[in-house]
């Protein structure tokens, strides 16, 4: 089994020139498969409200929602660097709250790092969360939580206005102390520029080529019907494997095909035992 990544090691790779493959995971066997697939870090994702309990959007994810999750995924994936994603809320009022929420996230789940949303807004709760010894990944572009103030979930970035909120959002994280960021749906070409004008490791989500990859698992695994980002490479049609599993089980059991002897326990001592035992409960 792979060694567990330290930040030191996602600084080396950097340097190297070694792409960071990362996915978010919610549960427990999805964290196994990942692991066991030597990915190098898992997001536990906010996103586990709306592709594991069903929600529109991110808003309503508590914090006891997300320590839940990081907690099987941990059980899961006991070797593999994770990110705690902070939930919407958890952070907004003060950088008091936002220490107190990431060192929950530290203590109650085991976590590696903490990712919150924002840049320039949020410079002095990225200074604290790391002024508190706590690692955190800046998350730029879209930003998920604020996709009311955003129009939606919209693509960041593409005319150079926006451009520029990018780009001091970007400088804005380095100089807070975050030790990587996420910068998600812009073009490549301003990924690109903010990853050779970064020291800090710059990952994707649907912003091209830079230092490393994250995809939401539900998506590429083709699990998350609601709808998928132009950005998203499906991997797997894991819906249809299910759907069909499913079906089949309802046809068995529907016509008597489930539960065939295979299926079922033997009895022990030998059947005129048995039917003295009914006869005398008839
Ligand atoms: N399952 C899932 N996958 C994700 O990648 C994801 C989530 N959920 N939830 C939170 C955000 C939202 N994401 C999105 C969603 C849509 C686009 C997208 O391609 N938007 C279109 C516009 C759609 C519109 O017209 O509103 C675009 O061109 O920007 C990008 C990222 C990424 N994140
Ligand atoms: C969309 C990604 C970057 C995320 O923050 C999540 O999965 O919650
Ligand atoms: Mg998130």
Redo the contacts with the bound molecule.
Sequence with gaps: MAKKKSILDLMKMKKEGEQVAWVTAYDFPTAMFVEQAGMDMILVGD?LG??TLGYKG?IPVTMEDCISHCQAVRRGAPNTWIIGDMPFGSYQSSDEQAVDNAVRFMKEADVDCIKLEGGVRVKTRIKAISDAGIPVIGHIG?T?QSSGQLG????QGRDVKNARGVIEDALAVQESGAFAILV??VPPELTAFITQKLDIPVYS??AGACDGQLL?S??MLGK?QA?T????KVYANVAEVEINAFKEYVKDVKEGVFPSDDYVYHITDPIEEFEKLFKEYA
């Design positions: 996103s709306m592709v991110t879209l998920p939606g979930f919209k693509a998600e749906a989500i649907g939401i539900s998506d998350f709808f980002p132009k950005f998203v």
